[in-house]
């Protein structure tokens, strides 16, 4: 089609030979072709040149169209190959969300606005099997659990603070708490079979201090027992991030322990799509900003 769109625009076939580098003969051999293809002449050939006939001029019209259009489709899959444009699924845990995520997104966002990201807030164990088969892309997971075929990058480590209810006599302490002061707390926990490790990490702030804590109720979201545990129902341990839940009626306090809850970035060990590795480099980028920050801040 180059050929004959060559001489489409020169009406003269020794032209369009010299305009595309290649024999006469050549060229005359590729658009018979195309006419034998049609059942149909495309030029009326004279001694002094050619002219398109009217199958000959509809067929360069619609070429040209074609043509660019698959220039745009090049260029297109070109930018998508190399991360800038096309789809990003990301999947998140709800509670990552309450640290540097929103600003990680709103980086990629501005970054690269030709990328459209779709997010999905999903509990890890969700997300896991939904990485390895390809629908999603990327995975911000709280305490996740190594998988064989995923990749984790930490992105960061945060202390675990204690949620009281406003009236509790522990939430006027100024200063960090020993975690042995709960001993004799009724706890309002995260659901083990949701987020196994996670539940193990907030209950080794407590077998550290030489106590199992009487669990009373299970929820599946941070928000849920924050909010129960403002009603009175409890105490509890959350990563130092679920205090900007800001729900009315409930105190957070630090604790002294080496005990600590992540948020890491999974994403296949080869990872399929090319925004992915765009996005974990602003990720790393942003948690790495936040870190210093609070180190400065201390």
């Not at 169209?65 to 745009?72: A, C, H, K, S, V």
């Not at 800038?84 to 980086?107: C, I, K, N, Q, W």
């Not at 129902?233 to 130092?240: E, H, K």
Request: proline fraction near 6%; aromatic fraction near 8%; charged fraction near 20%.
């Amino acid at each position: 089609m180059r050929y004959f769109l060559a001489v489409a625009e020169t009406l003269h076939f020794g032209r369009a030979a010299s305009k595309l580098r290649i024999a006469q003969p050549n060229l005359s051999l590729q658009v018979r072709k195309i006419e034998q293809a049609l059942g149909h002449d495309l030029f009326i050939r004279t001694t002094r040149g050619v002219k398109l006939t009217a199958a000959g001029a509809y067929l360069a019209q619609r070429a040209e169209e074609l043509q660019t259009g698959f220039d745009d489709a090049i260029q297109t899959a070109q930018r998508i190959g190399q991360g800038e444009e096309g789809t990003l699924s990301v999947g998140f845990s709800g509670s990552a969300m309450y640290g540097r995520l929103p600003f990680v997104l709103d980086h990629f966002r501005r970054r690269y606005p030709k990328v459209q990201v779709r997010l999905r807030e999903m509990y890890a164990h969700e997300q896991t099997p939904l990485l390895l088969n390809g629908p999603l892309d990327v995975g911000f997971i709280r305490d996740g659990t190594p998988a064989d075929g995923l990749r984790m990058t930490p992105l960061s480590r945060e202390p675990f603070h204690a949620v009281f209810p406003q009236s509790h006599r522990l939430a006027e302490v100024s200063g960090p708490l020993a975690p042995r002061e709960l001993r004799d707390e009724r706890f309002v926990l995260f659901t083990p079979r949701i987020a196994r490790l996670a539940f193990e990490r907030t209950l080794a702030v407590c077998t550290a201090a030489g106590f199992t804590p009487e669990i009373s109720l299970e929820a599946p979201q941070w928000v849920t027992i924050v909010s129960l545990v403002a009603a009175g129902m409890g105490v509890s341990i959350a990563p130092a991030s679920v205090a900007r839940l800001n729900i009315p009626g409930a105190v957070f306090r630090p604790l002294r322990s080496k005990a600590w809850s992540s948020v890491d970035l999974w994403t296949e060990d080869s990872m399929r799509n090319p925004a992915a590795a765009h996005l974990l480099a602003i990720a790393k980028e942003e948690f790495s900003m936040s870190s210093i920050k609070g180190n400065k801040d201390k």
